[in-house]
């Protein structure tokens, strides 16, 4: 069942690396006059580490549990918008989470476009760790396949952003959450 946006709901936006949600995220809370948290740099600042040293010092499942629990704290906060980490979505606690406390949207985007995006992104060799250790766009397709099932779980709105303008996929999310006056 789709839930509807109101203003005591955190809008959440998830969707793999390089799908557009950090861009969308600032725009949209400019726009929609809300705090945004972006929940991977809330982690890091949390740890005083990326998220690969994050990743090589307690693996992924340490950084899975700082993930969850920062969600957690999170979500019993006054409504804001919450940018999602591409994997926040793997675990069912977390998933519970963002459907108890808000809408989410699903940013996609095909695989070739996202492997460009990623090649144009200089910091995300530096704080992202390879998930796969297989070459980028295998592994983004590999990724985007294991977690679409769990993306299409959780959001109430997917948005595929190949080809639009940040402007016009964050009024695409407007249009879904704001009601229309008149």
Known sequence: ??????????????????????????????????RLVDLDEAIESAAGMTIAEIFTNETETGFRIRETELLEQLSQTPAQLISLGGGAILRERNRRVIRRTGFCVWLDAAPDLIADRLSGDSTTRDRRPSLTGRPVLQEIRDVMAQREP?????????????GLSTEAVADRIIAAVVPKNG
């Open 1 to 34: 069942m789709q839930r509807t946006f109101n203003e005591r709901s955190h809008l959440y936006l998830t969707g793999y690396r390089g799908s557009g949600k950090s861009t969308v995220a600032r725009l949209l809370a400019h726009r929609l006059r809300r």
């Open 150 to 162: 769990l993306y299409r779980e959780t959001a109430d709105l997917r948005i595929d952003t190949s």
